[in-house]
């Protein structure tokens, strides 16, 4: 082959290895053997979900681990606590009300499909046929036929409560931030009120990207009583290492200490970083046929990680980067930026870590400008300012981003 074996060889190894089943940076977990942490959050889901009445909102940054948990949570109770159906509905732009539940209808006896039923009534035995799954008997005198218009109302929170409170189970809504219209939220958050009135035994997990609650149930008033906010932060970094040494020591892969606290630093509390940057150093590892993970190797790791990242990421640091005349100064400004605690920081807060982390010396009116100035634009900005004289990354995924792209960029460091 002129081009050698494409990767076919490394592939093999990584393959044979397992480790793209121990570190899933696009996957969420669905099994406590590979979920750490969050023991309180799931306590308070389990917790909940066995409460008469009581339904579930999570919500929380992207990334934080929201599926993972509702997932590995709803199934441990399906597993050792109860017995019931699990549905999953991952909502997309295209979604509203009446299809999140089409499944769980259909375990209830009905098929949305059928919106028309043709009856046929023989005048001459007296049966009743209905002709969509039975066949007419021929041999009758006179037939008539007759069109029934099923009274199907999905978009209904009353009609879709009537029908499924009777279930058993936990129904996941995931991604409830994409449908598009708030109306439809609202519906949801009836149907909660309503399965909760009945006191059903069939639970929802509301699923979303949001800052607050609200923002997923569209304000629904009267739906708190019943419905449990859990906001899920970020993971804490004692976690996010179980997460590193769990997975190198089932695939007895040697990280330096060194190399599990950079990982952690990088990740933020975001887990997805850390599965990410750990299945690359580990790849890394096994193709060289050396368990040992050095810097070195986590250096490379880590542009392999930049190429698999979200490429919204890549690209809003990009455009930032393409219409600066000095983009090396603004790389170096950032990568400073990533290392501000807070959501949020000052000029001065980022003045006082470019002096004691790089030695840097910046005066306040030139770097105020400089930030002011990512902060403008005709597209969506790196940075805006969320108060007077406070800034903030418009993607909270942006500083691991900016970490893992900048870190193993030799002209920045
Ligand atoms: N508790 C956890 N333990 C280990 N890995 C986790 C945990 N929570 C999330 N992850 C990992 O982090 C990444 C993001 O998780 P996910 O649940 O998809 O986040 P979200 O739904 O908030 O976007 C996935 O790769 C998942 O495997
Ligand atoms: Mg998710």
Redesign the pocket.
């Known amino acids: 082959m002129a081009n050698g074996s494409f990767g076919l060889d490394n592939e093999a190894l990584i393959i044979k290895s397992g480790i793209r089943n121990v570190f ?6 669905d099994e406590i053997s ?5 023991e309180d959050e799931a306590t308070r889901l389990v917790s909940v979900i066995n409460s008469p009445g009581q339904h579930i909102l999570l919500y ?10 509702a997932k ?1 949570t709803c199934k441990l109770i399906l597993h050792k606590l109860q017995r019931g159906h699990f549905f999953e509905k991952r909502c997309d732009s295209g979604d509203s009300f009446s299809s999140i539940f089409v499944e769980a209808l259909e375990k209830c006896g009905i098929d949305l499909s059928f919106r028309e039923a043709t009856q046929t009534h023989n005048q001459g035995g007296g049966a009743v046929l209905n002709a969509v799954f039975a066949k007419a008997d021929l041999s009758t005198k006179r037939e008539t036929k007759t069109t029934i218009v099923t009274t199907f109302k999905p978009d209904s929170p009353s009609w879709v409560a009537k029908h499924l409170k009777s279930l058993s189970g936990i129904m996941l809504i ?1 991604e409830a931030d994409a449908l598009q219209d708030e109306s439809d939220k609202k519906k949801i958050a009836e149907l909660i009120k309503l399965l909760s009135d009945h006191k059903s035994n069939f639970k929802l997990v509301v ?1 979303g990207i949001a800052a607050t609650g609200e923002e997923l149930t569209a304000g629904h008033p009267s739906v708190e009583r019943c419905l449990k906010e859990v906001s ?1 932060q970020r ?1 804490c970094d004692e ?1 996010l290492k179980k ?1 590193i040494l769990n997975g190198m020591n089932s695939l007895n892969l040697r990280p330096d200490d060194s190399v599990v606290e950079k990982i952690v630093d990088i990740s933020a509390g ?3 970083f ?2 990410l940057i750990s299945l690359k150093c580990g790849e890394a590892a096994i193709v060289r046929g050396n368990k040992h993970i050095t810097k070195d190797v986590l250096k490379s790791a880590l542009n392999e990680a930049v190429k698999d990242s979200e490429g919204a990421l890549q690209r809003m640091l990009e455009s930032t980067l393409r219409v600066l005349n000095t983009p090396q100064e603004y790389k170096f400004l950032l990568l400073t930026a990533s290392y501000c605690n807070t959501p949020e920081f000052r000029s001065s807060e980022l003045r006082e870590k470019l002096k004691s982390k790089f030695g840097v010396i910046v005066d306040s009116q030139t770097l105020s400008r400089r930030l002011t100035k990512l902060t403008k634009g005709s597209e969506k900005t790196i940075l805006y300012k969320p108060a007077r004289g406070c800034f903030q990354f418009t993607d909270p995924r942006m500083p691991s981003f900016l970490k893992m792209a900048l870190n193993a960029d030799d002209d920045v460091m």
């Open positions: 899933t940076p696009h996957i969420p977990i590979h979920f750490f942490g969050r929380g940054d992207r990334g934080v681990g929201k599926t993972s948990l590995t995931d699923v899920l993971m976690d997460i975001y887990p997805h850390t599965h």
